[in-house]
């Protein structure tokens, strides 16, 4: 007896984070990030993503370095590093609950990422959040 799937529930955070991962992958693939994207914006949640993680791309960048270190980072999947912006912004700048972010990234992993990528994601935002942990303490 095979399950049924879980219907997905889109929380207006959830949208906002779709929009932005979009936006950032759109940004990647032409390799820098057009003003007019700005106009596409559809909620002030997404905005603030945008603007954080475009203020704070260097140093969000040396943190996915830092904990996915295998990895570099102009040959990891461009969802997968989109997806782990948004994450680390928001734990690091923003003080989100670091759980349920990491959660939320799994599920859109889950959704845009290949088979391997909620694993990859999970494995690098646990590293990250249990390093905060410690810093933290």
Same mark, same amino acid.
């Given at each position: 007896?095979?399950?049924?799937?879980?219907?997905?529930?889109?929380?207006?955070?959830?949208?906002?984070?779709?929009?932005?991962?979009?936006?950032?992958?759109?940004?990647?693939?032409?390799?820098?990030?057009?003003?007019?994207?700005?106009?596409?914006?559809?909620?002030?949640?997404?905005?603030?993503?945008?603007?954080?993680?475009?203020?704070?791309?260097?140093? !969000? /960048? &040396? $943190? +996915?370095?830092?904990? #996915?270190?295998?990895?570099? @980072?102009?040959?990891?999947? %461009? !969802? /997968? &590093? $989109? +997806?782990?912006?948004? #994450?680390?912004?928001?734990? @690091?700048?923003?003080?989100? %609950?670091?759980?349920?972010?990491?959660?939320?990234?799994?599920?859109?992993?889950?959704?845009?990422?290949?088979?391997?990528?909620?694993?990859?994601?999970?494995?690098?935002?646990?590293?990250?959040?249990?390093?905060?942990?410690?810093?933290?303490?």
């Amino acid at each position: 007896m095979t399950k049924p799937k879980q219907k997905q529930v889109f929380t207006s955070r959830r949208m906002s984070r779709i929009q932005t991962l979009q936006l950032l992958f759109e940004s990647d693939l032409r390799d820098s990030y057009n003003q007019e994207d700005d106009n596409n914006i559809s909620t002030e949640f997404t905005n603030l993503l945008i603007t954080g993680i475009k203020k704070n791309i260097i140093d !969000i /960048d &040396k $943190n +996915i370095k830092k904990y #996915a270190p295998d990895w570099p @980072i102009n040959q990891m999947p %461009i !969802i /997968d &590093k $989109n +997806i782990l912006r948004v #994450a680390i912004y928001e734990i @690091i700048y923003k003080d989100a %609950i670091p759980k349920v972010i990491a959660n939320e990234s799994v599920e859109l992993a889950k959704l845009f990422g290949s088979e391997s990528s909620p694993k990859f994601i999970n494995g690098v935002l646990g590293s990250l959040i249990e390093s905060k942990e410690k810093i933290t303490i």
